[in-house]
């Protein structure tokens, strides 16, 4: 059953069935290219045109329902085809092929110049080596080349880039050439041509074009631009983080070749051109040009194209289905008969520089957005992974039941969108499937929208969460120690190791810089622990030693704020001259994270000393700076003067620390006590810091003033930690000392027990940022 | 060599030549000019039949008219220009030239 098409055939109509139609419409065009340079073309075309159109009359009037495939046939027999035409079209182009069917004369989009085994200018000159007029990238160096070895210029093209890229030489070479050849018009002479397939693309078609050529199956040249650039990638990034598992040298073929693989796909999309026409498409896959192979090749295109038309044919109902086709092969004959006449012409216009340059640009953009989908890809990866551990965080940031929702619709739509999307995309490229409906990236940029705005809505609630700060403050009941020498403690976390069971998962300096890092210490099922603490010492006004603690909370109001301040629990105790400071404090889920801080400030008299355990190095303090500024700790001096640091607190009897040194206050301000014999050397401590008998070496002998080296001995590399405040620098070579005992140089700090990897203090904002999903 | 190339060529060559001579008779109409043809055993397809008319009425040898007709599209009907009887007495008498000329080689092989 086939479907009858009316056609308006000089002022006939004439029922026909479509596929004769179609063979009709081929045939007609295989004339027009076959009369291209004639001069009375379309006389004679119309003249053959009313001849069908006569004899499909008688046809119908001895009683035909319409024209079927073999009427046309038969007419065309009768007429014959045009490489059985017996007169010679004008131009001594396709030359004598007349009654040798099956040769190429009447396929004039190969170029002219097809190699006849009658051609009357068989018996030229001894070839020689020529620059192409006509088909040239730059020069037009190898398609001269290429017409004389009777290569496609597009391999001697490529051969040409390989020997620049490998040996150097090449680009002298081409220069040369450029200069010493003479040009002239020049044939193409090559049956099979490597072409791009535009049909069969994910990217430009290099692939399966190299497939049609060497008649392979396209998945194999695509595997093989593909796989070592998706392993390289992949092992890379292992790589960084488990290099153990991956540090195999394995990654140095999978980088390099991956990588020059890209170059040589980029190089192959520019230098190879794209197959347009129907006999383009044919020379890529090397079959013979005649017109039953461009009737195929046309057919395949046409079914492909009208399937296509069909699907929207269907869809937006009969009116459009009936436009859709008509507008289909009018386009398709438009095509052709372009394609006829550019067949004469200069073949391609995908040559030459600007062609270059636009593909190095698509190709830079395709990069650019393979790396946004990559990076896109690995963050839903990381935060997979990761994603247990930050879960249970995420329930001392929100506060209450919209604010999860918003967290959980923003986290899926903004990230997972993207990739989806791209997965879509990307599968329905490699199936070649196309998408019948568009609405599917409206849908998705919507639904990306959607999950930005409740993310930016989720954004402000938290922000606002943090929006007051209160502190409270008491003082702490001091007994003077008797020594005259108050040391100051904190104690040991003990660690829950919670993340031991992913132990194997990373390695062990993995795990070492884990702990050090982490603003937390312990994580268990109601709470956490917090080390945001800070230590300042000021000088006293009188003469005893005061302690006050100061505990601050941010909020949504500033009662909830200073209730969570009065709710941190920081108990502090004094056993004769050591104040025990806890590890941390603990906050649970239901007063959440609100960047809940203690300050223990110190006040020591004139003359008297102190040492600051290198234990209180544990304590890692930041601010989570919403707004305008963070706890107003002290009168409200937050205008960032310089005479106030951070805190509020002035900087004049402020002083700067370094812990595990023994300082004594003077009236300038902290001094460490003891002295070195050499730079480098270190007082006998025991390893452990914590054992008692520690507190007599405490406090370390006295020894010979040395001239003191700056104050600020560098970022000590292991152990003390330093309190981070500005401060006037101490003036190393201040000479009097104002006490009774000795200024000496600080000493470098002790070692403690633990190889301390010297990590990098967590930037406040990234954990903030953290935080929220 | 292709013998068939060399048929079609000396078959070419005549082409124009007996065209003309059936034109010449009347008015004829293409498809009538390929039945004659056919009925003298010289077959010639339609499809070669008319760009050589075309050509030969660019080249003002023929001139035609349409004729309209109930059955079917108007049909053009060719006749010979004086100037395409001129062409014609000159391929004649090359015709004349070449089988004397052919007459008197073969004749010379004993074969005819």
């Known amino acids: ?773 | 060599m292709n013998i068939e190339n060399t048929q079609s060529q000396m078959r070419k060559g005549i082409l124009e030549f007996c065209i003309l001579s059936v034109i010449r008779r009347g008015e004829a109409y293409p498809s009538d000019i390929v039945e004659e043809m056919k009925a003298a055993n010289l077959n010639i397809l339609e499809g070669t039949l008319y760009p050589l008319l075309t050509r030969l009425k660019n080249a003002e040898m023929l001139t035609y008219r349409w004729v309209e007709s109930n059955s079917g599209p108007p049909r053009k009907y060719f006749s010979l220009t004086p100037k395409g009887e001129e062409f014609y007495g000159e391929l004649q008498a090359t015709w004349n030239e070449l089988t004397n000329a052919v007459q008197a080689l073969t004749q010379k092989n004993g074969t005819f």
């Open chain 1, 1 to 773: 059953m086939k479907k009858i098409i009316n056609i308006n055939f000089y002022s006939r109509v004439i029922p026909i069935e479509e596929t004769a139609y179609e063979i009709l419409q081929q045939y007609v065009d295989s004339l027009r290219r076959y009369f291209a340079n004639e001069e009375g073309r379309d006389e004679i075309i119309s003249d053959i045109e009313n001849r069908f159109s006569e004899l499909f009359d008688q046809k119908l009037k001895k009683g035909a329902a319409c024209i079927t495939d073999a009427d046309v046939n038969a007419i065309i027999a009768s007429m014959g085809r045009p490489e059985e035409f017996a007169g010679e079209p004008e131009q001594p182009r396709a030359s004598a092929s007349a009654g040798a069917a099956g040769s190429a004369a009447g396929a004039s989009g190969a170029g002219g110049g097809q190699q006849q085994s009658y051609a009357p200018h068989a018996a030229e000159e001894p070839r020689r080596l020529f620059r192409a007029a006509n088909d040239k990238v730059l020069g037009g160096v190898c398609a001269g080349l290429a017409n004389y070895l009777k290569l496609d210029p597009v391999i001697v093209r490529i051969l040409f880039v390989l020997i620049t890229l490998t040996w150097g030489f090449g680009l002298l070479l081409y220069f040369v050439l450029w200069i010493v050849l003479p040009t002239k018009s020049l044939a193409t002479s090559a049956r099979k041509r490597l072409y791009r397939n535009p049909d069969d693309r994910v990217i430009a078609g290099v692939a399966s074009g190299i497939a049609a050529y060497f008649h392979i199956e396209v998945w194999i040249p695509r595997l093989i631009f593909a796989l070592p650039l998706i392993v390289g990638i992949f092992t890379s990034v292992f790589r960084n983080i488990w290099w153990h598992f991956f540090n195999w040298g394995g990654h140095i073929f999978f980088d390099g070749f991956g990588g020059s693989l890209v170059v040589a796909y980029i190089v192959l999309w520019i230098v190879i051109p794209e197959a347009t026409t129907a006999s383009e498409k044919l020379e890529m896959r090397g079959e013979k040009i005649d017109l039953e192979s461009i009737k195929n090749t046309v057919k395949s295109d046409l079914e492909t194209f009208k399937g296509r038309a069909k699907e929207m044919g269907t869809e937006m109902g009969e009116s459009f289905k009936n436009m859709g086709q008509q507008m289909g092969t009018q386009i398709r004959q438009n095509v052709q008969t372009f394609s006829a006449e550019a067949s004469g012409a200069a073949r391609r216009h995908g040559t030459g520089i600007g062609h270059a340059i636009g593909v190095l640009f698509k190709a830079f953009f395709l990069c650019i957005a393979g790396l946004i989908a990559f990076g896109l890809i690995m963050g839903l990866v990381g935060l997979a992974l990761s994603g247990g551990g930050l879960l249970d965080l995420k329930s001392y940031v929100l506060d209450g039941f919209w604010e999860d929702i918003l967290a959980w619709a923003s986290f899926i739509l903004v990230l997972v969108i993207p990739v989806i999307a791209l997965l879509t995309w990307l599968i329905r490229r490699i199936t070649g499937m196309r998408s019948k409906r568009h609405y599917l990236g409206y849908v998705f940029a919507t639904l990306w929208i959607i999950g930005l705005i409740s993310f930016v809505i989720l954004a402000g609630m938290v922000i606002n969460n943090f929006r007051a700060r209160a502190h409270s403050e008491e003082q702490f009941a001091l007994v003077q120690p008797s020594t005259g020498n108050l040391v100051v403690k904190a104690r040991q976390m003990v660690h829950r190791d919670y993340y031991d069971q992913e132990d194997w998962w990373f390695g062990n300096e993995w795990r070492r810089g884990w702990r050090r890092n982490d603003f937390f210490y312990t994580l268990n099922a109601d709470s956490i622990q917090l080390n945001t603490v800070q230590i300042k010492v000021l000088r006293s006004d009188d003469s005893a030693y005061h302690v006050r603690i100061l505990r601050g909370s941010l909020g949504g109001s500033s009662n909830s704020a200073l209730d969570r301040a009065r709710q941190i629990s920081f108990p502090v105790t004094q056993t004769d001259s050591v104040l025990q400071l806890p590890a941390g404090f603990t906050i649970n889920r239901e007063q959440k994270f609100r960047n809940q801080q203690v300050i223990v400030v110190v006040y020591i008299p004139v003359g008297k000393k102190i040492l600051l355990d290198n234990s209180v190095g544990r304590y890692d303090w930041f601010n989570v700076n919403v707004g305008r500024s963070h706890i107003n700790w002290e009168d409200g001096r937050n205008d960032y003067s310089s005479e106030y640091d951070d805190e509020g607190f002035s900087l004049e009897n402020n002083f700067y620390w370094n812990s595990g040194i023994q300082y004594i206050m003077t009236a300038d301000g902290l001094k460490p006590v003891n002295g070195m014999g050499k730079y480098g050397e270190r007082p006998e401590r025991p390893e452990n810091p914590e054992r008692p008998e520690r507190k007599e070496k405490k406090e370390a002998p006295e020894k010979s003033a040395q001239p003191e080296k700056s104050g600020k001995s560098g970022q000590p590399a292991n152990g003390s930690y330093r309190y981070k405040a500005p401060a006037p620098k101490r003036d190393a070579d201040t000479p009097v000392p104002k006490s009774s005992t000795m200024v000496v140089l600080p000493r470098p700090s002790v070692a403690t027990p633990h190889k301390v990897v010297a990590a990098p203090h967590p930037s406040p904002f990234v954990l903030l940022s953290s935080m929220f999903i």
